[in-house]
């Protein structure tokens, strides 16, 4: 199987690394492994470091050019961050003596080394990688705990209840919602419940193609672990590198081939939970039950604010017989749109069909590698030239989908096919395997690169949202706008990146993700800008019907929409929950509601 | 703000460069203006295919023919004839071909064209960012040419113009001013789904394909007064909805205040609000106008405003989330807080086309002489004002205005005499100077042979021509004019008294001038900064003191809206003594005009403007309002 992120080091247990340090592989002030990021070298070359990935080791021409270009930033100009953590910086943890001997006397590891805290005390959102790497660091965990399976976690709730402390459920880290954030006002000792010891496959099922798995596992490594057994469970998530099960079930995570597999909704069959109330759970592992509302729902997407999740049941399948990338390019974005709507109600979506704006599709381009053999570079020559000489589309306006086919041999060849006729209606012509591909991997490395920009003066970000298909245009063109006038109206010199693609088609909508970027040189407060223009950008999104989150989830940097979002009832029903589940806040990172 | 540093751009003379060189070249000259960039290129006939195709009229037919039991099928034809009846086509030849005729007509008429280019400049600026919707002010039938000449002559995109379906009566010309880009909308078609989703509908197209600018008068009809006319919604409510919907991320409208120093139609509108029909539109009565052309009618200033931005007046006024439950192409009643949003804006739009009318010497004098003229008739004398004395009041009212923000076009390298004399020079047609004594043409002489109601009217038509140029002030000094009247009907001086008298008055008058809905407290407070400002009026901590100094200005101001004020009395008179069974609203105008005649000719009211029908609909209308009056069905 051609798997895209490649971890050549998979031999080795990821998660036994993920120990107690996890830093020692991963950057604590960025985005994924230490020995992979993106650089200019001497010669002014972008290149990608380490081994893990396809584009690692290569240089990539164009970067520098687009980069320069798009952001008005020059090589010359570095920001570079702090190098290491200063560990003065980091406030002494407030302990709870008695929790903390009680806890010793369990024999579940803990610490509250310094280093260990500050790396479980965020997520990935800009401003927290931002402070970071200016070696800033506000009020994290007063100490990490590691339990190693769910009757551990049992104990340390309880421990928590009998002496008030405030529980924070940490997993892949991947967090893009302020969620793993500390709040500041929190008084108690903060104790960052670190699920990664729980990574054990208990069980798999056969018979019903299920499998039982403990909470804390990582995707990758959940998906390797099945593959030796020949399923997998085609829950590919763009963070599922570093994500955690129990992360999805917390935040209703969504996968890359939830057209075939489903979302996280859909694979999970039993969840078991860890709350101050005790453990919830069902008494049987049904494909679907009435029996009033899916206590699952109160789970799954309870953002950590409950409870602790341990073990889910998940849906598998057979690892997928043959796979396919493929890519079509479409005169503009309007017939992108209308082709990927076309799919949908025909209901004959591949795995995964994204359709990038015409700025993405520039990105990916400045992506391409060094190309090794003349030949390629002669026939990618040749491809620009039949699709903007020949076929008279507009280099400014173009636009591309990717596709990713999978299944029986036949049935794939079929369905490309079918999908590729569809393309061909609305303009599409296709445009080969290696677009496709290159397209996915932008995925996994495009976390990398907003690194690469932080050391060069440009901050970004990607939020998402969910909406209905007749607003689709609406709402890519509307908020990449506002983001565009945001950034005029705060002072930001050079016009930003702003751009969009459709990563997901359901019946009745698509998700789509926006990209933003820019140079900030001359801003006294580049944060304060990122933040004023995301906060606009969500009202936009609000107001042209798109959703709070379609799976990054609200956490804390968007809860004051969830009134509206949810409407006053709706506040009612959670907090009431809340209320019952855990009256004392042990759950108390204060996300969602 | 201090209305003082209101800052405006210089103008440019157009027809300067038509006097000089070649209006045929002029006319086929290369014309290549700037789009909006997310344009879809398509022609008239495309538009039309797309309307019909939308899922608005889709779901309409649909409602139409579930209602009436038509067949779709119908329904869908009948729907392609009323598009037919309405659609633009606009052709570059037939635009050049009015930019050949027009070009001669306008240097016979007009001295002068003058245009501010930084307006322009900003106009192609906002063309190209987002769908942009021009509102000029409407004082004539030349506005929209006008409006189109002006741009063609700029090179700026060429507007749609929604024009009345009057103008079809005119076989001929209907069809040339089809192709020079004006659509066509019956006069009323209320509860006709069809027509209205197909009209909506197709402004909506072009707007936001940016096929075309859209233009259309905010007014609704042409000023017959000179007095800015409460905007209509109807067509605000259209081209702001994509916006609200989210169908474009905004829309750029551009209020454009057109100014003659004279209306072609002076004396025609005098007549109309007299009573005397007005000649329906016709080729030949269009023909028959020709004698307009051998006379001087000045000179036009045209002001292109600053774009407002939708979006930006929507900022924290409109949830535009209230969209999100309902596909949007049903239609459906604007809610509570759109209605209020689209009404406050239109307010702020018309006072944006007022702040740039550009104000001539003429609508001082005009104003003084009107004043003078009363006072004598009341004194019982029949001698005019000396020239000198004139001049010396039209320096001080001059002064004055321009502290209250006019936008005054006062020639100030030339002696105060001399701007006075050839602004009467200019409408003698309204002044009689004689022996250095100026006065209105309003005298018949001795020897005058005609009935004593003919000689009423034709006297009312030069006072009403005069008042609709001293209409053109008005709206510089209508805040501070009504605080005089306040402060000269308020019980005592105490500040609250004055207030609520000033609340009352301004409430009383919303239907006669324009006064944003809702903003009486700050439009007190403006009227007393600029009496404060210019030393009119001292504030102590209860009380309002007028000063030695402020008595003139109070009393010009109060004087100027006496006239109103009578009219609103009379009609009150008339409601209560003649109206004493209930009267059908066609009645209504005739009656109390019959009645207003007799008390004129009788001497008992001292102001002919009262004869205004406008007058006379607003004061009913604001009865109504204030449920003084109530209306009832059938």
């Not at chain 2, 006024?317 to 192409?329: A, D, G, I, M, S």
């Not at chain 2, 001086?493 to 239907?511: G, I, P, W, Y």
């Not at chain 2, 406008?614 to 204030?626: E, F, G, I, M, P």
Request: glycine share 6%; with cysteine; hydrophobic share 40%.
């Amino acid at each position: 199987m051609d798997r895209l992120f490649e971890c050549v080091n998979c031999k080795l247990n990821l998660c036994q690394y993920l120990f107690f340090h996890r830093q020692e592989i991963l950057k604590w002030n960025g985005w994924g492994y230490s020995d992979t990021r993106f650089l200019f070298n001497k010669k002014g070359q972008a290149e990608f470091t380490g081994k893990r990935y396809r584009l690692s080791g290569m240089i990539i021409p164009a970067l520098q050019n687009w980069f320069e270009g798009t952001f008005g930033a020059s090589v010359q100009h570095k920001s570079p961050a702090m190098p290491i953590l200063t560990s003065s910086a980091v406030q002494p943890p407030t302990l709870n003596e008695a929790f903390v001997d009680e806890l010793k006397s369990t024999g579940i590891p803990c610490s509250h080394d310094a280093e260990d805290r500050v790396f479980r005390g965020h997520g990935h959102c800009l401003h927290e990688v931002f402070a970071l790497r200016e070696g800033k660091v506000g009020r994290v965990p007063d100490i990490v705990v590691w339990p190693n399976c769910h009757n551990d976690v049992v104990k340390i709730v309880e421990l928590a209840c009998k002496h008030n402390v405030c529980l924070i459920p940490y997993g892949g880290g991947t967090s893009v919602s302020s969620a793993l954030e500390c709040p500041p006002e929190e008084t108690r000792c903060i104790v960052s419940l670190d699920t990664s010891q729980m990574n054990r496959i208990l069980w798999i099922d056969e018979k019903n193609l299920t499998a039982h798995v403990e909470a804390g596992i990582v995707g990758q490594e959940l998906e390797r672990l099945l593959n030796e057994s020949g399923y997998c469970t085609g829950h590919e998530p763009d963070s599922m590198e570093f994500s955690s099960l129990g992360g999805w079930v917390a935040t209703r995570a969504s996968g890359m081939k939830k057209n075939i597999y489903g979302n996280i909704e859909d694979l999970v069959v039993h969840v078991k939970m860890v709350t101050p109330q005790g453990v919830i759970e069902k008494g049987c592992q049904c494909p679907r039950m009435s029996t009033g509302p899916d206590i699952h729902h109160f789970i799954m997407g309870s953002e950590g604010t409950l409870g602790v999740v341990t073990e889910v049941t998940m849906k598998i399948r057979p690892m997928p017989e043959y796979q396919k990338y493929g890519s079509v390019v479409f005169p503009n974005f309007e017939q992108g749109v209308a082709c990927l709507r076309e799919v949908a109600k025909q209901r004959c979506a591949p795995a995964s069909i994204r359709l990038m704006d015409n700025e993405q599709f520039k990105f990916g381009h400045a992506l391409k590698p060094q190309v090794s053999s003349i030949f390629t570079s002669f026939l990618d020559g040749l491809k620009k030239f039949y699709i903007t000489k020949f076929k008279g589309f507009d280099p400014d306006r173009l636009c591309v989908a990717t596709l990713l086919f999978e299944g029986d041999r036949e049935k794939v060849l079929q369905h490309e096919k079918q999908v590729y006729d569809i393309a061909a209606k609305f303009g599409g012509l296709a445009a080969g395997e290696d677009n496709g591909q290159r397209g996915y991997m932008l995925t996994f490395v495009i976390a990398y690169l907003r690194d690469l920009g932080m050391d060069y003066y440009v901050i970004g970000e990607s939020f998402e949202t969910s909406v209905p298909w007749d607003r689709v245009l609406d709402i890519c063109r509307n908020v990449k706008a506002r983001i565009i006038q945001e950034c005029k109206d705060k002072g930001v010199q050079f016009s930003p990146l702003s751009t969009c693609r459709v990563t997901q088609t359901y019946d009745a909508g698509a998700c789509v993700y926006f990209y933003f970027a820019f140079n900030y040189r001359g801003l006294s407060d580049p944060v304060h800008v990122y933040e004023q223009v995301e906060h606009a950008a969500r009202e936009e999104i609000l107001a042209n019907g798109g959703s709070l989150s379609h799976h990054h989830g609200v956490g804390k940097l968007r809860k004051e929409w969830m009134r509206e979002t949810i409407s006053d009832v709706g506040m009612g029903m959670l907090k009431s929950v809340k209320n019952y589940v855990d009256p004392k806040n042990i759950f108390g990172n204060r996300n969602l509601i | 703000i201090d209305p003082m540093l209101k800052k405006r751009d210089d103008f440019e003379d157009i027809l300067e460069e038509r006097r000089n060189s070649s209006d045929l070249k002029y006319a086929l000259r290369c014309y290549t203006p700037v789009l909006y960039k997310g344009v879809t290129p398509c022609t008239s006939s495309m538009l039309k295919s797309m309307v019909l195709q939308s899922d608005q009229l889709h779901y309409v037919i649909n409602q139409v023919s579930k209602e009436t039991g038509k067949a779709t099928d119908d329904i869908k034809e009948e729907a392609s004839a009323i598009l037919e009846e309405m659609a633009q086509c606009l052709q570059l030849s037939t635009v050049r071909f009015f930019a050949f005729t027009l070009s001669k007509a306008f240097k016979t008429l007009f001295r002068s064209i003058c245009v501010n280019e930084d307006g322009i400049q900003r106009l192609q600026q906002a063309i190209q960012e987002h769908p942009v919707v021009l509102l000029p002010s409407h004082r004539s039938y030349m506005d929209f040419l006008l409006m189109s000449y002006i741009l063609y002559t700029y090179d700026v995109a060429l507007p749609v113009i929604a024009a009345g379906m009057d103008f079809m009566g005119m076989k001929f010309v209907g069809e040339m001013l089809r192709m020079s880009g004006a659509f066509f909308i019956r006069r009323s078609f209320g509860g006709d789904k069809l027509y209205w989703a197909l009209f909506s509908e197709y402004v909506k197209t072009m707007l936001k394909n940016g096929f075309a600018p859209v233009e259309f008068f905010l007014e609704g009809t042409r000023s017959r007064t000179s007095k800015s006319l409460t905007p209509k919604l109807g067509l605000l409510n259209i081209v702001m909805d994509p916006f609200l919907k989210g169908e474009v991320f905004d829309v750029n409208v551009v209020p454009v205040s057109i100014s003659y120093e004279r209306v072609l139609e002076e004396t025609l509108y005098a007549r109309e609000l007299l009573g005397i029909p007005k000649p329906k539109e016709s080729t030949s009565g269009l023909f028959k106008a020709r004698k307009i052309l051998s006379e001087d009618y000045g000179s036009i200033h045209v002001y292109f405003g600053q774009p407002v931005s939708v979006r930006s007046l929507a900022q924290g006024k409109v949830n535009r989330c209230q969209f999100n439950l309902v596909p949007r192409h049903i239609p459906r009643r604007p809610s509570e807080d759109i209605a209020s949003f689209v009404n406050d804006s239109a307010y702020r739009l018309v006072r944006a086309q007022e702040e740039n009318m550009v104000l001539k010497p003429w609508v001082l004098v005009a104003s003084l002489l009107l004043q003078y003229h009363h006072q004598n008739q009341a004194a019982g004398q029949k001698r005019g004002i000396a020239l000198g004395e004139l001049t010396a009041q039209a320096v001080w009212l001059r002064d004055l205005s321009r502290q209250y923000g006019a936008f005054l076009h006062w020639p100030d390298h030339i002696p105060p005499s001399e701007v006075v004399s050839s602004s009467l020079t200019l409408h003698r047609g309204l002044v009689r100077i004689c022996e250095d004594k100026v006065q209105l043409a309003v005298e018949q002489g001795p020897h005058s042979s005609v009935a004593p109601e003919e000689e009423l009217l034709s006297q009312a038509v030069i006072l009403l021509s005069c008042a609709s140029y001293r209409n053109q002030a008005l709206h510089v000094f209508v805040r501070p004019a009504l605080l005089a009247l306040a402060i000269h009907t308020a019980s005592s001086n105490q500040k609250q008294e004055v207030f609520n008298s000033f609340s009352f008055l301004r409430n009383m008058f919303s239907n006669e001038f324009i006064l944003c809905p809702g903003a009486t407290v700050q439009d007190f407070e403006e009227a007393c900064y600029l009496l404060v400002k210019t030393g009119a009026l001292q504030f102590t901590q209860q009380e309002v003191l007028v000063t030695e100094r402020g008595h003139r200005t109070l009393a010009f101001l109060s004087t100027m809206l006496d006239p109103f004020l009578q009219g609103y009395q009379v009609v009150c008179r008339f409601l209560c003594e003649e109206a004493t069974e209930t009267l059908t609203e066609k009645q209504f105008i005739p009656a109390v005009r019959k009645f207003i005649k007799k008390l004129l000719l009788a001497g008992r009211l001292r102001y002919m403007e009262v004869l205004s029908s406008d007058l006379q609909k607003n004061s009913l209308a604001a009865l109504l309002r204030l449920g003084a009056v109530r209306k009832m069905k059938g």
